[in-house]
């Protein structure tokens, strides 16, 4: 995984918690020997790493019907709220926490294990018949989603691009991934244009760039693949000449700037006083993981995965990931 180079990011969503019956099966590496587990677990936060919980959950209800999970999408943002207040087992986040929230678990006396869960390739789509921007660079992106920006049309991205009305679509101020987008492409996280049609549902998203020829918009590279025949994905030049992301891409930061990872975030107190809590986590970093591939995100290499586990195991406390890790690699990131 050398070469893949950290920038901060973030998802979102929002919705009541839906309560959901799980078991853990196969959980390796960790304490928790998966049968017969009770009680709930309770976790919120990023709609983007949504689907990879929602696959651990479902996999695990097939042996233990007694334990429950509650899962709810308030986006990255609204889920650290949420963890912090002590409402919440697990968060789930598009980017690394916050200072500012690190700051308010320290005050609480609040410890905390960040757990690495697969790696994104954050996707800017276009409409399936859209045939002049199948790719685009970092300074056009940035042309059009600065804050301030006047670009209403697409002939005022690049010469020879038609006269068309320019519809925008992203996610909302609360999403991690509207955190790492507009950090990396505008340079500094939450500044963006506020004139876009924003929602904190990716399918709203979906639905309309799918509905608009002049249409594009951004998020996770999951709901993209789920929604290909609706969608194009557009290739990025970072600097080296467009690449579209694709699970080697991805995988190899070859997509740049837009690779990231994602997390979940674990209270150690919860951890430590519900073993299925500890079981949701084993089966995420054991078998679990295979689960990532699966749902349209790349999985972290056995190696990384290993040490992550070392690290929940002995409960080491804190974030790695927050602060300044521009042009480390992951491996140098996890070892710090």
């Not at 180079?5 to 309560?19: C, E, K, P, R, W």
């Not at 045939?131 to 020879?160: C, F, H, M, Y």
């Amino acid at each position: 995984m050398r070469g893949f180079n950290l920038v901060h990011s973030t998802a979102a969503a929002a919705g009541a918690a839906v309560l959901i019956s799980f078991s853990a099966v196969g959980c390796s590496g960790g304490s928790s020997s998966g049968e017969g587990l009770t009680g709930t677990v309770v976790i919120d936060g990023s709609s983007t790493v949504t689907p990879i919980m929602e696959a651990i959950s479902e996999e695990m209800m097939l042996e233990n019907p007694n334990a429950n999970i509650a899962m709810g999408t308030s986006g990255t943002g609204g889920g650290f709220k949420k963890f912090i207040a002590g409402e919440t087992d697990i968060t789930m986040a598009s980017r690394p926490i916050k200072d500012s929230e690190n700051e308010k678990l320290i005050a609480g006396e609040i410890d905390f294990v960040e757990i690495p869960c697969a790696f994104d390739g954050l996707t800017v789509v276009i409409n399936p018949d859209n045939d002049w921007a199948t790719n685009l660079t970092v300074a056009e992106l940035n042309k059009i989603w600065e804050p301030g920006s006047t670009v209403q049309n697409w002939n005022q991205v690049r010469e020879g691009f038609p006269d068309m009305p320019l519809s925008l679509y992203g996610p909302g101020t609360d999403s991690g991934t509207f955190d790492y987008f507009t950090e990396v492409i505008n340079g500094e996280g939450g500044a963006s244009r506020s004139d876009y049609s924003a929602s904190e549902d990716d399918n709203v998203l979906v639905q309309g760039v799918a509905g608009q020829k002049g249409a594009l918009g951004y998020f996770g590279f999951a709901y993209y693949e789920e929604n290909k025949g609706k969608l194009a994905a557009v290739a990025i030049d970072g600097g080296s000449g467009p690449v579209l992301p694709t699970m080697d891409t991805i995988k190899s930061g070859e997509y740049s700037p837009l690779s990231r990872p994602l997390f979940i975030y674990v209270r150690v107190d919860k951890a430590d006083a519900n073993p299925t809590v500890a079981a949701v986590v084993d089966f995420l970093l054991g078998d679990g993981s295979e689960l990532v591939d699966e749902v349209g995100y790349v999985s972290i290499p056995q190696n990384f995965l290993d040490m992550i586990q070392v690290h929940f195991d002995e409960r080491v406390s804190g974030s790695r990931f927050s602060g300044h890790t521009e042009g480390k690699t992951f491996e140098e990131i996890l070892s710090s």
